[in-house]
């Protein structure tokens, strides 16, 4: 393997000292422009790439954030994923993905890691772990962001950002849009047990049937995993307990 350039070869090789090879590759003045241009040259023929870690204890700064998702496999959170990604790079940041199946103290473990790894934020999609331990987790990071998680219990510190659907009001207007076409027997796919926006949409759905005069059957609110076969085999266990 190829011994790694350093600033140091390339200021032996042009003659010039550390200080002004650094000056140079982090374009700061006072070079002549001579002098730049032939480091510059020597910086593309040698191969040069200025070390990460050292750039990161100059600037403080890793230029990577880190991204928690529940389950990469679901659609909606891949997805995320992919605008992070995308916005990411457009402002020159690298994403470490953690995808922690649906696994609460996955969670914890993975922004754990993200603090070891100095990463300059995090990105919290619907987070299963519950709010006290979350908060506490974020604390060690500077720079926060929870997607789509609703707090009943006590809201994040004022640095976290937050960014969520409202799956109170979703989950009413399906059940209202089902209702209007004449159906009376309406079940629902919960989703995880744990997912808050699960149980915000069940208020919602419930909330519809109230104002429609009807009663809501706990029996076919049925939990499930968020997945497509969790989803298929959910929905046929239930359609053939209420076949008419």
Known sequence: MSQRITMGDIADKAGVSLMTVSRVVNKKGDVNPETRRRVEQLIDDLGYRPSAIARSLATQRTGSLGLVVPDISNPYFSGIAHGVMEVAYEEGFSVLLNDCEEDPERELEALDVFDEKRVDGVIVAAPRVDSQRLFVALAQHSK?????????????????????????????????????????????????????????????????????????????????????????????????????
């Open 144 to 244: 926060a962001v929870i997607v789509n998680r609703h707090f009943a219990d006590q809201q994040p510190a004022a640095e976290v950002g937050y960014v969520a659907n409202d799956d109170q009001e979703g989950g009413r207007k399906i059940t209202e849009f089902l209702l209007s076409h004449g159906h009376r027997l309406i079940g629902l796919l919960a989703g995880p047990r744990m997912s808050y926006g699960s149980q915000k949409r069940i208020l919602g759905y419930d909330a519809a049937l109230q104002a429609a005069g009807l009663s809501c059957d706990p029996n076919i609110i049925q939990y499930c995993p968020p997945t497509f076969e969790g989803g298929y085999k959910t929905t046929a266990r239930l359609l053939g307990e209420h076949q008419k």
